[in-house]
């Protein structure tokens, strides 16, 4: 989950996610930016329980979207568990241990964080992943 962190802090200020290193398959490079991203979103919001269960719920939804184009991709059940589950939110959100600066330095590096999450293309998402599919 920590892993996302690093990627998280600098998404924001990349044009597009295209413009990323090669991922481990061109799922991953689909959906490791739009994780990184929900890191941010799904962290900042928790500081407030409304904008969280917003956030959350929102994500939920996606996630449904997400794991059916998965299954229609012909993503193996296993490859399909792992990728689901890394996608929750709870894997999102940065673990209550983490030291409250980090939280606080994630979310200054970002102070934009709730405007992009509001914008945020679901249909961009399943569009990519689909194209990411088909490769």
Known sequence: MTR???LALALMALPAAAELAPAKD?????????????TIFHTCAALSPND????????A??????????QDG?????????LT???????LTLPDTTPFGEVRALCAAN??????S???????????LKGALRE
């Open 26 to 38: 061109a799922t991953d490079a689909v959906l490791d930016p739009a994780f990184a991203a929900q």
């Open 118 to 128: 509001s914008g945020f293309s679901t249909i961009g998402l399943i569009r990519d």
């Open 4 to 6: 996302f962190l690093p």
């Open 85 to 91: 589950a890394a996608g929750q939110s709870r894997m």
């Open 61 to 70: 939804k996606t996630m449904e979207r997400v794991t059916k184009t998965l």
């Open 74 to 82: 012909g993503i193996t059940a296993e490859r399909l568990a792992t």
């Open 111 to 116: 102070p934009d964080w709730m405007m992009n």
């Open 52 to 59: 969280y269960a917003f956030v959350s719920d929102t994500w």
